[in-house]
């Protein structure tokens, strides 16, 4: 949520943000705001008058009772009365012009970034950089799926069974995988100075509102039916969740934190949910980084968090590139981001695998999450980014490290959390 001064003193900035996001129907919200903030303002300058006349009518009722003078006492009385029943009016609008001007401003777009390029969707983002070298195979990489069919170690006939399409049972050393490479995740986070958390996996309506806009919660949260609380759709929700109506020391700051937990999503929307694979589910694991920092401080962070993604991967034996997101592609509350997209030598094309952003202070805006310093309280800034998100990640994973064999090579980081192996192989039957 941007600031409404922004809106009042620059009304044309914010429409121009809107137009660059290809969202020209919300420039009418912005004309909208200012009107009922307009309103809004004079309305409270109504009520203060009205207070204050009511304060000094009220003192001078004592002073008309000692002169003996009731009438006029009396009279003072009904009209001390009179203004407070045109106070509770005010009042009454006051509140249903803040409802209505904050729901148009939950509506409008953040401002990006100047050096985020402008385009309608995904299609036009842009590479910025490729790290690591791309592996040559002289043999046939197979289908996710049925690498992981082969070696005993997922059952998705089973999961479609009990849950449907989007689940699946992950099995024996494949199993292993995925938690070796959650665990080495967050060994990785914090040893470059992240603390590790691990979060509630459920969050209250206010939270869910403040940290994402309408569109994605329809799209991607699922609600506990009778209750106030709806699943994770990832861990930074709750993280950031964690900071609501708080003022922080500034010295305290920058707070870095890595989380792990389950993730729930819809993915209503998407592009389909596979009968045969894991790109795309409704349940996963995944290890986040959350940043909440001073402004002058995230484009810094940003940086940061995304050279982390590349560092992890590049230890893993896999390929990247960072690909910057376009102004159309952003979600509303972004002011930049990136997405970290991990080769495929199967598919000879790269996949989103992590999603770095900098939103600026509009989650800080939303949930109230504030920093005392000294000149007075201002909001933080707030920026998150995957660390991995198996089993999207697996993927990548066993492909970039697939032998002809059809065995799987541990590189050495992730040997320790494997049991020492250096080899996933199939089991002799």
């Known amino acids: 949520m941007i600031d409404i001064k922004l809106i009042r003193e620059n009304p044309e900035m914010v429409k121009e943000n809107i137009r660059k996001k290809f969202q020209d129907e919300k420039l009418v919200l912005v004309d909208e705001v200012k009107t009922l ?5 004079e309305l409270r300058t109504k009520a203060d008058n009205l207070r204050s006349e009511r304060n000094k009518t009220s003192r001078n009722i004592g002073l008309l009772m000692k002169e003996g003078k009731r ?12 203004i407070g029943d045109s106070i509770t009016e005010c009042e009454k609008r006051e509140s249903e012009l803040e409802a209505e001007i904050h729901k148009r401003m939950l509506v409008i777009p953040n401002i990006i970034d100047p050096s985020v390029p402008i385009g309608k969707d995904d299609s036009e983002n842009v590479e910025v950089e490729q790290f690591g070298a791309k592996r040559e195979f002289n043999y046939e990489i197979p289908y996710h799926a049925d690498i992981m069919e082969a070696l005993d170690g997922i059952d998705l006939d089973s999961a479609r069974k009990i849950s449907g399409n989007g689940f699946y049972y992950l099995l024996g050393d494949i199993a292993r995988l995925h938690s070796a490479v959650l665990a080495y995740a967050r060994d990785f986070m914090i040893d470059r100075g992240f603390t590790y958390c691990i979060p509630p996996y459920m969050i209250r309506s206010d939270v869910v509102t403040g940290v994402m806009s309408f569109s ?3 799209n991607m949260m699922y609600k506990i039916e009778g209750e106030d609380l709806y699943l994770i759709g990832t861990s930074e929700h709750s993280m950031i969740g964690r900071f609501i109506d708080t003022i922080n020391d500034e010295d305290k700051l920058p707070y870095t934190l890595t989380s792990y937990s389950p993730c729930f999503r819809k993915e209503v929307g998407a592009h389909g949910i596979e009968e045969r694979g894991v790109y795309r589910v409704h349940q996963f694991e995944k290890q ?3 940043v909440i920092c001073k402004p002058e401080e995230s484009k810094m962070w ?6 982390n993604s590349v560092d992890l991967f590049l230890s893993l034996n896999i390929p990247v590139r960072t690909i910057e997101c376009c102004s159309g592609d952003l979600a ?4 930049k981001s990136y997405d970290v997209e991990a080769w495929s030598p199967r598919q000879q094309k790269y996949s989103e695998v992590c999603s770095c952003s900098n939103l600026g202070d509009a989650q800080a805006r939303r949930l109230q999450i504030r920093i005392k310093g000294e000149k007075g309280n201002y909001y933080a800034h707030t920026l998150n980014n995957t ?5 999207r990640m697996l993927i990548a994973f066993l492909e970039n490290n697939y032998n002809e064999d059809g065995s799987i090579t541990i590189p050495e980081a992730l040997r ?3 049991g020492g192996k250096d080899r996933i192989v199939k089991k002799v039957k």
């Open 37 to 41: 903030d307009e309103e809004y303002r």
């Open 216 to 218: 994605e919660m329809e």
């Open 71 to 82: 009438e006029e006492a009396e009279a003072a009385k009904k009209a001390v009365s009179g």
């Open 416 to 418: 320790p959390y494997m």
């Open 387 to 391: 660390v991995v998100a198996p089993p």
């Open 288 to 290: 986040e980084m959350v």
């Open 332 to 335: 509303d509350l972004k002011v």
């Open 302 to 307: 940003f940086d940061r968090l995304w050279h």
